[in-house]
T-cell receptor, first 112, second 112 residues
Framework: TQLLEQSPQFLSIQEGENLTVYCNSSSVFSSLQWYRQEPGEGPVLLVTVVTGGEVKKLKRLTFQFGDARKDSSLHITAAQPGDTGLYLCAGVKGTGGFKTIFGAGTRLFVKA | DVKVTQSSRYLVKRTGEKVFLECVQD?????MFWYRQDPGLGLRLIYFSYDVKMKEKGDIPEGYSVSREKKERFSLILESASTNQTSMYLC???????????FGPGTRLTVL
């Protein structure tokens, strides 16, 4: 069974703090995606990283794909209450989404 | 914007009932997916379809079947609901060869 492990599972921080979420696997992926899911909604894609070592920034969010394309991290700078949600990483093998493996998620709560 | 809608947000059924979960997407996507989401387990693929009347088993198809008679509609069927099928069910769609999946809001099914 292919696994994608996320850590931490739960994070509660104060507004303005920085945080990093990790996504690790023993499998190599063709790409890795990060989704955010808010209560009562489905996941929404934030970013896709494709190349080993790639770094992408989305405002205060920085995503990195490991050199060996087995792991990824999401760093949030100066977290805000609006960042609260469930962050899911998803490893993709091949194309078309048929071989996408989702992590269990990191539930982030940012207190004002 | 891509819109994926699911027929019910919340559903309560009794053990042994036949349950239909409907999903409709309005962006002419060929690929459609059904997942279930459980705490600590992430999203697990039940079935997917890459064309009308075509279907493929995902990782956990037991106890489920699907139907895709029209391109925009993908139905998940629980032939005889059981309590271990209590879960959040998410439908998604994507374009061929593209990894980004667009999710519906989910149906929270409780089987008593």
């Amino acid at each position: 069974t292919q696994l994608l492990e996320q850590s931490p599972q739960f994070l509660s921080i104060q507004e303005g703090e920085n945080l990093t979420v990790y996504c690790n696997s023993s499998s190599v992926f063709s790409s890795l995606q990060w989704y955010r899911q808010e209560p009562g909604e489905g996941p929404v894609l934030l970013v896709t990283v494709v190349t080993g070592g790639e770094v992408k920034k989305l405002k205060r969010l920085t995503f990195q794909f490991g050199d060996a394309r087995k792991d990824s991290s999401l760093h949030i700078t100066a977290a805000q209450p609006g960042d609260t949600g469930l962050y899911l990483c998803a490893g993709v093998k091949g194309t078309g989404g048929f071989k996408t493996i989702f992590g269990a998620g990191t539930r982030l709560f940012v207190k004002a | 914007d891509v819109k994926v809608t699911q027929s019910s947000r919340y559903l309560v059924k009794r053990t042994g009932e036949k349950v239909f979960l409907e999903c409709v997407q309005d962006m002419d996507h060929e690929n459609m997916f059904w997942y279930r989401q459980d705490p600590g387990l992430g999203l697990r693929l039940i079935y997917f379809s890459y064309d009308v009347k075509m279907k493929e088993k995902g990782d956990i198809p037991e106890g489920y079947s699907v139907s895709r008679e029209k391109k925009e509609r993908f139905s998940l069927i629980l032939e005889s609901a059981s309590t271990n099928q209590t879960s959040m069910y998410l439908c998604a769609s994507s374009l061929p060869g593209r990894d980004e999946q667009f999710f519906g809001p989910g149906t929270r099914l409780t089987v008593l």
